[in-house]
């Protein structure tokens, strides 16, 4: 592995920000680190940085970089705010980073421009630039001196959902054209499982669950995983043959083994159909292309989606139907119950 962080730990003064800590990140990969504010994820990449002091160890490629100083890990960082400086124009701003090395290249600077969507920016005052160019000029900066792992901290949370959906899918196409190794933290994860390999899913200070987006989103380790991943309601199951069954129906779901589990389900897991779980209506409200409801079935009361065209009013009679992309599997028990290390 490229990076190895092992039992990294982060305190100041009685509180652990981060606490036994282990990743790896391999030659080429995109890890993200995915956990909700305050989690102690910015502090885990800050540390692997070499900018927080920690306890535990990181190594690139077997070597220990305790005491190597952050100017010579061979890292590139990007931040939030970018960070860039106003004084220079674009071009220096890219050079810049050249310079930490030595060289000076307008040819590498014309290049990880162009990477970046933003040729013919080169005079450009940085100032002049919106917040979406100005974190494409940070990244190209990061970038041009080839870094041997680049650490992103919420690159793109400061920008509005649009913006920050399209520079995800650009950021991404840049990290594969480059096949660059980095580590990226984010609280959003629709921006995560878009620029990443694997997902390592943090909260309180600890690494909860480490895998691929797909494994992530459907197969969260806990209720509270779960719960940041967008479930909001919870229901019993059992899985027999690939199929989990429940008080609200049946669903193909991913899971290897036959038993009881916990199903979790997402907005437009439940949706109103023809044939189904029978329920009665007693909330709506109307969306641009689709109608939100709340439904009574037996002793449960639970969300569903109904099309613009579908009848679903108040105390109508409706049934429901699981959907597989809405619904994520985990272990029977419950949110209050520790959750196992991965």
């Known amino acids: 592995m490229a990076l190895t962080v092992s039992g990294l730990g ?11 800590a282990d990743l790896t990140v391999a030659d080429g990969e995109v890890l993200a680190l995915l956990g909700p504010s305050g989690c102690g994820k910015s502090t885990l990449l800050r540390a692997v940085a070499g900018l927080e002091p920690a306890t535990g160890q990181v190594s690139w490629d077997g070597q220990d970089l305790a005491g190597v100083p952050v100017h010579r890990r061979g890292f590139g960082l990007v931040f939030q705010d970018g960070q860039l400086f106003p004084h220079r124009d674009v071009a220096g701003n890219v050079e810049f980073g050249l310079r930490m090395r030595r060289e000076r290249s307008p040819e590498r600077v014309a290049e990880m421009l162009s990477l970046v969507g933003l040729d013919g920016y ?10 979406g160019e100005q974190q494409r000029v940070a990244l190209a900066r990061a970038l041009a001196p080839s870094p041997r792992l680049l650490l992103l901290d919420e690159p793109l949370s400061a920008l509005d959902r649009a913006l920050r959906e399209q520079l995800a899918v650009d950021l ?3 990290l594969r054209a480059t096949g660059a190794t980095a580590l990226v933290v984010t609280h959003d994860h629709d921006e995560a499982f878009t620029l990443a390999d694997r997902v390592a899913v943090m909260r309180e200070g600890r690494i909860r669950q480490v895998g691929t987006p797909d494994a992530v989103w459907q197969r969260p380790v806990d209720e509270r995983t779960a719960r940041f991943l967008g479930c909001g309601e919870f229901v019993d199951a ?3 043959g690939g199929v989990a069954r429940c008080a609200l129906g049946s669903v193909t779901v991913e899971w290897e083994r036959d038993g009881d589990v916990r199903l979790g389900l997402r907005a437009g897991a439940l949706r109103v159909a023809r044939e189904g779980v029978g329920g009665t209506v007693v909330w709506r409200v109307r969306g641009r292309d689709h109608v939100r409801v709340r439904v009574r079935v037996a002793e449960m009361v639970v969300d569903a989606v109904a099309g613009v065209g579908d009848v679903a009013e108040v105390g109508d009679e409706v ?3 699981l959907v597989a992309d809405g619904v994520a599997v985990l272990p029977p028990g419950r949110a209050d119950q520790p959750s196992p290390r991965p």
Do not use: K
């Open 238 to 240: 059992t899985v027999s």
């Open 10 to 20: 982060v305190s100041y003064g009685d509180l652990a920000a981060v606490s036994d």
């Open 172 to 174: 991404a196409r840049v």
């Open 319 to 321: 049934c429901l139907t």
């Open 122 to 131: 080169g005079a450009r005052r940085v100032t002049e630039l919106s917040g």
